[in-house]
Nanobody, 121 residues
């Protein structure tokens, strides 16, 4: 069974750091773009950052400089390093990846189960 497995969430004080990881597991031909989204209580899910297979990155305007996305293609894993965390960063963080599983070159989006990040004052 193909799935994205996330880890690294938790409780941290404002100004602290967390590193999220998300690995693609199962029978996979290749991995395309990967990214992170988040959803705060009572709000819609929003884009945090993406990274494509050539490691080109894109960040939400308000997050670049504090957050860094990276990937390890050998491990089919994407990371999100979050520094100088603020209470407004609290939410569930979801991993997203375009995976080629049924046929080489045909990509389908997958989502992780979500990991809670809570930033206290």
């Amino acid at each position: 069974q193909v799935q994205l497995v996330e880890s690294g969430g938790g409780l941290v004080r404002a100004g602290g750091s967390l590193r999220l990881s998300c690995g693609a597991a199962g029978r996979i031909f290749s991995v395309g773009s990967m990214g992170w989204y988040r959803q705060a209580p009572g709000k819609q899910r929003e884009l945090v950052a993406t990274i494509d297979a050539r490691a080109y990155t894109y960040y939400a305007d308000s997050l670049e400089g504090r957050f860094t996305i990276s990937r390890d293609n050998a491990k089919n894993t994407v990371y999100l390093q979050m520094n100088s965390l603020e209470p407004e960063d609290t939410g569930v963080y979801y991993c997203n990846a375009d995976l080629s599983v049924a046929r080489p070159g045909r990509y389908v989006p997958y989502w992780g189960q979500g990991t809670q990040v809570t930033v206290s004052t």
